[in-house]
Structure formats: structure tokens, C-alpha cells
Nanobody
Framework: QVQLQESGPGLVKPSQTLSLTCTVS??????????WTWIRQPPGKGLEWIGYIAYSSNTYVTPSLKSRTSISRDTFKNQITLQLSSLTPEDTAVYYC??????????????????WGHGAQVTVSS
């Protein structure tokens, strides 16, 4: 059984950089042909697709966030990391990591992924 667990600071200040980690258990993040995606949900809004890192280590970030987003991995720890810089209150959201069997590019449909983490609340406030 694959499990994903997001972790992060919870509260960050505007202009700072957010670093979130998704720890994966029950399966390797390098296993063909899985993609590990970050998705967020601002309060009162729908899901927003952020980007992914593939089994191959290739990454893709949605254009609207690309200039301030980095997705990386640590294969020894079996973790995926999301870094989001220049934070504003509009970045306040619950952040999820999820796994799919293909790119699932732009997909915010719950059933587009076979495993989801429980989510990490991030609040950007001074």
C-alpha cells in the first residue's frame, strides 16, 4: 500500500519561500512510469494543479507558477519537495501530493490519481 504524507511549516510570511515535503512509503518514487504531482486548494476555491516530477526526474510546472516554483526529489529518502518562492497571501492553500500512472498534466480530477496525501495546510500571513 502506497502512502503519501505531506509536511511543511504551516505558517509562512509573505515574500518568504515555502518548502513542502511529500514522503512516500510503500513504493519507490523512481518506479516506472509514475508521476508525482503537487496540487493545491485555496480556501473556498477549486483544486489548482502545480506541477510534477516524473519517475525519470523530469519536471514540469504550470506556466503561471513556473518562475517561482521548483520541484525536486531525494531518492534516498524517497521524498518529493516543492519549493515556492515570493509567497503572497494568495498562496494560502491546502497542498497535496498525488501519484499517477501517467503525466496527468493539468489534471485536478481526484480519480486521475491512484494515491493522494492527506494534505498540508499552508497559511501565508504576516
Amino acid at each position: 500500500q502506497v502512502q503519501l504524507q505531506e509536511s511543511g511549516p504551516g505558517l509562512v510570511k509573505p515574500s518568504q519561500t515555502l518548502s513542502l515535503t511529500c514522503t512516500v512509503s510503500g513504493g519507490s518514487i523512481t518506479t516506472n512510469y509514475y508521476y508525482w504531482t503537487w496540487i493545491r486548494q485555496p480556501p473556498g476555491k477549486g483544486l489548482e494543479w502545480i506541477g510534477y516530477i516524473a519517475y525519470s526526474s523530469n519536471t514540469y510546472v504550470t506556466p503561471s507558477l513556473k518562475s517561482r516554483t521548483s520541484i525536486s526529489r531525494d531518492t534516498f529518502k524517497n521524498q518529493i519537495t516543492l519549493q515556492l518562492s515570493s509567497l503572497t497571501p494568495e498562496d494560502t492553500a491546502v497542498y497535496y501530493c498525488a501519484r499517477s500512472g501517467g503525466t496527468a498534466y493539468g489534471d485536478t480530477n481526484y480519480y486521475g490519481y491512484d494515491y493522494w496525501g492527506h494534505g498540508a495546510q499552508v497559511t501565508v500571513s504576516s
